[in-house]
């Protein structure tokens, strides 16, 4: 069985990479499992998703801890525990990161003997590109499928988007593909794990708090005011103030995470250091007086905000 991992964050296109990679290996005749993995986070937010493809069907459930192959479209998410990047990576594995980086870079500073290759990486409005080029990568090292195959699972999930931008991801997955046509077939089918030769579960025993004490750390106000979650935007919500009509109770109110403040003179105000960049306010604003702009790749919109 293949078992291949994406890991980006969220506007990167993880979600649709896994959904693509899954119709791919289908229409080369395989079983196939696909499936995103992320909490209520939104743009920005780590997140992943996996595919699970054999000739046979299937029964595998859950995330995949010992892959084949891992593609991460953010090579900041190494350094991000959580992101679980680095899980069960093995030397028969194959890891594809977006970087400037060589692979010699990257195997020194993660410490892992296995097969490392790197992609070209992009930013802007580029950045929700790099699922795709993932896939590219993906069926080109797995050998089972086809450019052809690949290309009609692109235009497949992605039927609903614009003709040019459809059209502008085939390139990138192709050009990926193309890319890495010397190591095409390098990744292998994994075994399938053996249950009883599995490790017992390395439990945590924890001590139990009266709910008086623990309560305050869950409950608490403003707990959460130094945790700055717009450092996970690549799409940053920009006010034009000569359309603005100060009708500030829409966007303040509807913003889910209540980034937008109203002024003195009922002007709102976005707060850029818990803003995710999710676009609510440009979504709901009557005057369309709120455009989303890129988020400045040497950081100097964040410094000022």
């Given at each position: 069985?293949?078992?291949?991992?994406?890991h980006?964050r969220?506007?990167?296109?993880i979600?649709?990479?896994?959904?693509?990679l899954?119709?791919?290996f289908?229409a080369?005749?395989?079983?196939?499992?696909?499936?995103?993995?992320?909490?209520?986070e939104?743009?920005?937010?780590?997140?992943?998703?996996y595919?699970?493809?054999?000739?046979?069907?299937?029964?595998?459930?859950?995330?995949?801890?010992?892959?084949n192959?891992?593609?991460?479209?953010?090579?900041?998410?190494?350094?991000?525990?959580?992101?679980?990047?680095?899980?069960?990576?093995?030397?028969?594995?194959?890891?594809v990161?977006?970087?400037a980086e060589?692979?010699?870079?990257?195997?020194?500073?993660?410490?892992?003997?296995?097969?490392i290759l790197?992609l070209?990486?992009?930013?802007?409005?580029?950045?929700?590109?790099?699922?795709v080029?993932?896939?590219?990568?993906?069926a080109?090292?797995?050998?089972?499928?086809?450019?052809?195959?690949?290309?009609d699972?692109?235009?497949?999930?992605?039927?609903?988007?614009?003709?040019?931008?459809?059209?502008r991801?085939?390139?990138?997955?192709?050009a990926?593909?193309?890319?890495l046509?010397?190591?095409a077939?390098?990744?292998?089918?994994?075994?399938?794990?053996?249950?009883?030769?599995?490790?017992?579960?390395?439990?945590v025993k924890?001590?139990?708090?009266?709910?008086?004490l623990?309560a305050?750390?869950?409950?608490?106000g403003?707990?959460?005011?130094?945790?700055?979650?717009g450092l996970?935007?690549?799409?940053r919500p920009?006010?034009?103030?000569?359309?603005?009509?100060?009708?500030?109770?829409i966007c303040?109110?509807?913003?889910p995470?209540g980034?937008?403040?109203?002024?003195?003179?009922?002007?709102?105000?976005?707060?850029?250091?818990?803003?995710k960049?999710?676009?609510v306010?440009?979504?709901?604003?009557?005057?369309?007086?709120i455009?989303?702009?890129?988020?400045?790749?040497d950081?100097?919109?964040?410094?000022?905000?």
């Amino acid at each position: 069985m293949y078992r291949i991992r994406f890991h980006g964050r969220g506007g990167q296109g993880i979600k649709t990479a896994s959904r693509i990679l899954g119709s791919a290996f289908f229409a080369e005749g395989f079983e196939v499992q696909d499936a995103p993995r992320y909490g209520a986070e939104r743009r920005g937010a780590p997140i992943s998703a996996y595919v699970r493809a054999d000739r046979a069907p299937v029964a595998e459930r859950g995330p995949i801890d010992r892959p084949n192959l891992v593609v991460v479209a953010d090579e900041s998410l190494t350094q991000v525990p959580a992101a679980g990047v680095m899980m069960g990576l093995s030397d028969a594995s194959a890891l594809v990161i977006a970087s400037a980086e060589t692979p010699d870079v990257w195997r020194d500073r993660l410490g892992v003997s296995c097969e490392i290759l790197t992609l070209p990486p992009a930013s802007g409005e580029d950045a929700a590109l790099m699922g795709v080029t993932g896939v590219g990568a993906a069926a080109r090292l797995i050998g089972q499928i086809s450019v052809s195959s690949l290309e009609d699972a692109i235009r497949l999930e992605l039927a609903g988007l614009a003709p040019a931008l459809i059209e502008r991801n085939v390139e990138w997955a192709l050009a990926s593909f193309s890319s890495l046509e010397a190591r095409a077939g390098c990744v292998a089918e994994g075994d399938d794990p053996k249950r009883a030769e599995a490790p017992p579960p390395d439990w945590v025993k924890l001590a139990v708090e009266p709910t008086s004490l623990a309560a305050p750390d869950i409950r608490g106000g403003a707990t959460s005011e130094q945790v700055r979650t717009g450092l996970w935007r690549t799409m940053r919500p920009v006010i034009d103030e000569t359309l603005c009509t100060r009708c500030s109770w829409i966007c303040s109110t509807l913003c889910p995470d209540g980034a937008i403040g109203v002024g003195a003179e009922r002007e709102p105000i976005i707060d850029y250091d818990h803003c995710k960049g999710c676009m609510v306010c440009v979504a709901v604003c009557p005057p369309h007086a709120i455009r989303l702009e890129p988020e400045a790749a040497d950081g100097d919109r964040r410094r000022d905000s």
